[in-house]
């Protein structure tokens, strides 16, 4: 499966790779010093031992995945017969025969009164996995054995086993599974630290079905955002990986897991040396909680956040662009009932520093629902620190859609410092941009005509003069940004535009 990355023909595949084991591997490396500044920097070359003994160590804990999940027939009536497509491999000459045939005869003619029902289908599906415990405990990936009726586990000797699914996770695309009547397995441990970028790591899994494949490389970054969720927090990694490596481990070199391989950057569906994994944090926080009672809990504070940049960092008062700038407060949450405002930075929780919007919902997410936690905000260029006790975090709960905004009357143009033209808002609060200068920083920080204007420097914004008195106040104040909350499509934002003082 194929996940396109903005325009480009690029996508994201949901891969991975499998190892289970201990391992004590011992690896030469140079520790290299800080230099004196404008000193040549000397690199001496090391060749690491080879990764035999910790491939021997992990391997017997690595298992390949079968999954079978019954795929809904269409209910046929008289004189109907169902067309069943072949199992043919992807590219496979025969492959445009049968789509032919199909086109022009499926689902028509043939049969009469009184023909039975259709057969049930299924679909197979391989992936990877570890083993993370004696008793048969095995890690996986939610998208491999999700809407499984069947799960057959293989192990590195060749012997089989039916797994029984414990739990999943949806939102960190992890899956528990247990092996039926399992003891005295071998197993792998999560790594306490974590990995460094330039760190060798090891993957071991059953890429196109071919278990007990071993790859290596290194760890090429941390911390990748791919867009799926507000958790990720993606390891990338270079070994290769392909399709069927899906849920199994990537390895340090002392045979501790450090993540599990879950998605490749490729754009034709194999490896090309961008593959990407789950943190051993996460996985051990979610897999633990799986193995509890076979769910996932989180806490909830209840906040619409989105990053602080360096405007919005400069208009409200900040020294760094860090923290989660809150939108909105969710209707009747933990946030909303504290004293929680739109505007607020929250810039720590429990003294700890949060550095972006992921952070906080990383952090938030890691607490138990009903334990109480210290968050420190910025508002007013001050910090002030608001208790709060986390709720549960359940499906997510959107913010009503507010109307969509058509300004009617003349336009009133504002100070020529911003480019905008404001209108009022005829179907609710603020003031709607009717239209703006190309070339004004309004129009490069992304104003477009139609977004609504609700607050300006913390003041409401209901015309074009309510606009230009707030731009005059940050001026006088000694800043040349100004903090805007605006609503496009029912979506709240902040912007920090910065004021042209000279046109």
Same mark, same amino acid.
């Given at each position: 499966?194929?996940?396109?990355?903005?325009?480009?023909?690029?996508?994201?595949?949901? *891969?991975?790779?499998?190892?289970?084991?201990?391992?004590?591997?011992?690896?030469?490396?140079?520790?290299?010093?800080?230099?004196?500044? $404008?000193?040549?920097?000397?690199?001496?070359?090391?060749?690491?031992?080879?990764?035999?003994? !910790?491939?021997?160590?992990? +391997?017997?804990?690595?298992?390949?995945?079968?999954?079978?999940?019954?795929?809904?027939?269409?209910?046929?009536?008289?004189?109907?017969?169902?067309?069943?497509?072949?199992? !043919?491999?992807?590219?496979?000459?025969?492959?445009?025969?049968?789509?032919?045939?199909?086109?022009?005869?499926?689902?028509?003619?043939?049969?009469?009164?009184?023909?039975?029902?259709?057969? /049930?289908?299924?679909?197979?599906?391989?992936?990877?996995?570890?083993?993370?415990?004696?008793?048969?405990?095995?890690?996986?990936?939610?998208?491999?054995?999700?809407?499984?009726?069947?799960?057959?586990?293989?192990?590195?000797?060749?012997?089989?086993?039916?797994?029984?699914?414990?739990?999943?996770?949806?939102?960190?695309?992890?899956?528990?599974?247990?092996?039926?009547?399992?003891?005295?397995?071998?197993?792998?441990?999560?790594?306490?630290?974590?990995?460094?970028?330039?760190?060798?790591?090891?993957?071991?899994?059953?890429?196109?079905?071919?278990?007990?494949?071993?790859?290596?490389?290194?760890?090429?970054?941390?911390?990748?955002?791919? &867009?799926?969720?507000?958790?990720?927090?993606?390891?990338?990694?270079?070994?290769?990986?392909?399709?069927?490596?899906?849920?199994?481990? *990537?390895?340090?070199?002392?045979?501790?897991?450090?993540?599990? &391989?879950?998605?490749?950057?490729?754009?034709?569906?194999? &490896?090309?040396?961008?593959?990407?994994?789950?943190?051993?944090?996460?996985? +051990?926080?979610?897999?633990?909680?799986?193995?509890?009672?076979?769910?996932?809990?989180?806490?909830?504070?209840?906040?619409?956040?989105?990053?602080?940049?360096?405007?919005?960092?400069?208009?409200?008062?900040?020294?760094?662009? +860090?923290?989660?700038?809150?939108?909105?407060?969710?209707?009747?949450?933990?946030?909303?009932?504290?004293?929680?405002?739109?505007?607020?930075?929250?810039?720590?929780?429990?003294?700890?520093?949060?550095?972006?919007?992921?952070?906080?919902?990383? =952090?938030?997410?890691?607490?138990?629902?009903?334990?109480?936690?210290?968050?420190?905000?910025?508002?007013?260029?001050?910090?002030?620190?608001?208790?709060?006790?986390?709720?549960?975090?359940?499906?997510?709960?959107?913010?009503?859609?507010?109307?969509?905004?058509?300004?009617?009357?003349?336009?009133? /143009?504002?100070?020529?410092? =911003?480019? !905008?033209? !404001?209108?009022? $808002?005829?179907?609710?609060?603020? *003031?709607?941009?009717?239209?703006?200068?190309?070339?004004?920083?309004?129009?490069?920080?992304?104003?477009?005509?139609?977004?609504?204007?609700?607050?300006?420097?913390? =003041?409401?914004?209901?015309?074009?003069?309510?606009?230009?008195?707030?731009?005059?106040?940050?001026?006088?104040?000694?800043?040349?940004?100004?903090?805007?909350? *605006?609503?496009?499509?029912?979506?709240?934002?902040?912007?920090?535009?910065?004021?042209? =003082?000279?046109?």
């Amino acid at each position: 499966m194929r996940f396109p990355i903005g325009s480009s023909r690029w996508g994201v595949v949901l *891969a991975a790779t499998f190892v289970v084991g201990i391992a004590g591997a011992t690896v030469a490396t140079t520790v290299f010093a800080p230099q004196p500044a $404008n000193a040549q920097i000397s690199v001496q070359s090391v060749t690491p031992l080879s990764f035999a003994d !910790l491939v021997d160590a992990v +391997k017997p804990a690595v298992v390949s995945i079968q999954v079978r999940a019954e795929v809904a027939a269409q209910q046929l009536g008289p004189g109907q017969y169902q067309f069943q497509f072949p199992d !043919l491999p992807e590219g496979h000459p025969l492959e445009r025969f049968f789509h032919d045939f199909e086109q022009q005869f499926g689902n028509r003619g043939g049969g009469g009164p009184g023909n039975t029902p259709p057969r /049930p289908r299924y679909t197979q599906a391989v992936g990877s996995g570890f083993i993370i415990s004696a008793d048969g405990f095995v890690v996986t990936n939610n998208h491999v054995v999700e809407n499984a009726d069947q799960v057959v586990v293989t192990m590195d000797d060749g012997d089989e086993r039916t797994a029984e699914v414990i739990g999943t996770d949806p939102r960190t695309d992890l899956a528990l599974l247990k092996i039926d009547s399992a003891t005295a397995l071998p197993y792998v441990e999560f790594a306490d630290q974590d990995v460094r970028v330039g760190d060798w790591v090891v993957a071991v899994g059953n890429p196109f079905g071919l278990g007990g494949t071993v790859t290596a490389g290194i760890v090429s970054a941390r911390g990748r955002d791919l &867009n799926a969720n507000a958790y990720d927090d993606f390891i990338q990694i270079d070994a290769a990986v392909n399709r069927g490596n899906s849920g199994g481990p *990537a390895f340090n070199v002392s045979g501790q897991v450090v993540g599990v &391989n879950t998605a490749i950057f490729s754009p034709n569906g194999g &490896n090309i040396g961008i593959a990407f994994a789950i943190p051993a944090a996460t996985v +051990k926080q979610v897999v633990f909680d799986l193995m509890d009672d076979g769910s996932v809990t989180r806490g909830y504070l209840g906040v619409n956040i989105q990053p602080v940049t360096e405007d919005i960092a400069a208009s409200v008062g900040l020294a760094e662009a +860090k923290g989660a700038l809150v939108t909105e407060p969710r209707p009747d949450s933990p946030a909303q009932r504290a004293g929680v405002l739109s505007g607020d930075v929250i810039t720590k929780v429990n003294g700890q520093q949060i550095a972006d919007s992921r952070d906080l919902a990383r =952090t938030i997410a890691g607490m138990r629902p009903g334990s109480n936690v210290d968050i420190t905000i910025w508002r007013d260029n001050a910090e002030q620190v608001i208790s709060i006790t986390l709720a549960e975090l359940a499906d997510e709960v959107a913010l009503a859609d507010q109307p969509e905004t058509t300004p009617q009357p003349a336009p009133q /143009p504002t100070a020529s410092m =911003t480019g !905008l033209t !404001l209108v009022p $808002n005829q179907d609710g609060d603020g *003031a709607v941009v009717s239209d703006i200068d190309p070339e004004s920083v309004a129009a490069d920080k992304g104003f477009r005509p139609g977004d609504v204007i609700l607050e300006a420097n913390g =003041t409401a914004v209901s015309s074009a003069g309510d606009f230009d008195t707030a731009a005059k106040a940050v001026l006088e104040d000694g800043r040349s940004t100004m903090l805007i909350k *605006a609503s496009r499509d029912g979506a709240v934002r902040f912007i920090g535009l910065p004021l042209e =003082t000279g046109g």
